[in-house]
């Protein structure tokens, strides 16, 4: 009989950003196989949304189990091949961008009725969607930079398009509303680019985000770890890209030295106090819960505007969200404990709610 605390970590997902997710999983799955507090269970979601049990957290092997989530009393993960129930006593989801960070996955889980870390449904929804993150920062008065959304489905008055961009003043920014990674961004510098830009970016997406852009802003990030009454802000971090131009994919994960990474970042103490506690102010805003990272940019005169919020960030040791918390004195180890602790306490009390009506 163990006392350990059976943790399945959920990686990978049909998600543009599936090998970003099975590279964050290996770190987490490591740091939580090193505690004796804990048992892992490592899950693939697959391209296809296959979900499978690993012997270690890795891209798809021929030695993977095939397993099923199931809402039944006896368990929550089913074995078919060995008609068997496996019931965890928390669930770690490390996917990022569609079906993991977007609130799809946390529906599951609460359907499931298990303990899982991070954000809920409305949290996880709203952070994914940069508009109604914006929308949220400007009702907290968080700084924030003007923007057009454009949909799919609605025809968009490209003359009126060209005119706000024109007065707005290039370069502005064309992205998915909902996805991360910086998958699906580009940096429109005249207006020959832009609908070229937005034709992009609707591969990814059904909603289109024109924002009015930085010439060759400071990109900042902070991280936050807590929930109610007990959030904890991190240190501010900078990101350097290796061209200046901005913290695109290929520089985040494929250009070797495409970024340089400074933890904590040369900022005024005024400034780390203002994006400390505006990211703060978005994610209570949000109703987060665990954890999240907050983006910032700082124009030439050195105000910090609030660009998104991300409910599951990497989590790879090269990842900022670990490396912010790490520079504020919180080591890795403990970040993932308190993470485990803060999802057990949430199911805990919603098992305390009433069901009944009297």
Request: a negative charge.
């Amino acid at each position: 009989m163990t006392n350990k605390i059976q943790v399945a970590v959920l990686y990978g997902g049909k998600s543009t950003e599936h090998e970003v997710s099975v590279h964050s999983a290996q770190t987490v799955c490591a740091v939580l196989a090193n505690n004796e507090k804990y048992d892992v269970l490592p899950i693939l979601i697959d391209q296809a949304g296959h979900w499978f049990l690993q012997n270690s957290c890795s891209e798809k092997t021929p030695q993977d189990i095939p397993v099923t989530p199931v809402v039944c009393a006896q368990g929550k993960i089913f074995i078919p091949s060995q008609n068997k129930y496996l019931n965890p006593d928390v669930f770690f989801p490390v996917l990022h961008g569609t079906n993991g960070e977007d609130g799809t996955l946390q529906g599951l889980l609460e359907c499931l009725d298990v303990a899982y870390v991070g954000c809920g449904i409305l949290a996880s929804a709203m952070g994914m969607d940069k508009e109604i993150s914006k929308l949220l920062a400007l009702q907290m008065n968080v700084p924030t930079l003007p923007y057009q959304k454009l949909s799919r489905e609605q025809a968009y008055d490209k003359d009126a398009l060209e005119k706000w961009a024109k007065q707005t003043g290039y370069p502005v920014f064309v992205k998915p509303v909902r996805l991360g990674s910086s998958i699906g961004v580009t940096k429109v510098k005249k207006v020959e680019e832009l609908h070229e830009a937005i034709s992009f970016a609707f591969r990814f997406d059904s909603d289109v985000l024109v924002e009015k852009g930085l010439e060759k802003p400071r990109e900042v990030f902070c991280a936050l770890l807590g929930e109610g009454e007990n959030i904890r802000t991190s240190e501010c971090g900078e990101l350097k890209t290796l061209d200046g131009e901005f913290f695109d994919y290929q520089a985040k994960y494929i250009t070797v030295g495409g970024c340089e990474t400074r933890v904590p970042a040369e900022l005024p103490e005024e400034t780390r106090a203002a994006i400390r506690h505006g990211s703060e102010l978005v994610f209570r805003a949000l109703r987060g819960s665990g954890l999240a990272r907050v983006d910032f940019l700082i124009d030439g005169q050195g105000k910090a505007w609030f660009s998104e919020i991300n409910t599951l960030p990497g989590m790879s040791e090269t990842s900022l969200y670990p490396q912010l918390f790490e520079a504020a004195g919180i080591a890795y180890p403990q970040v993932l404990d308190e993470l485990i602790s803060i999802a057990l306490s949430v199911y805990q009390r919603k098992n305390m709610l009433s069901t009944e009506r009297e």
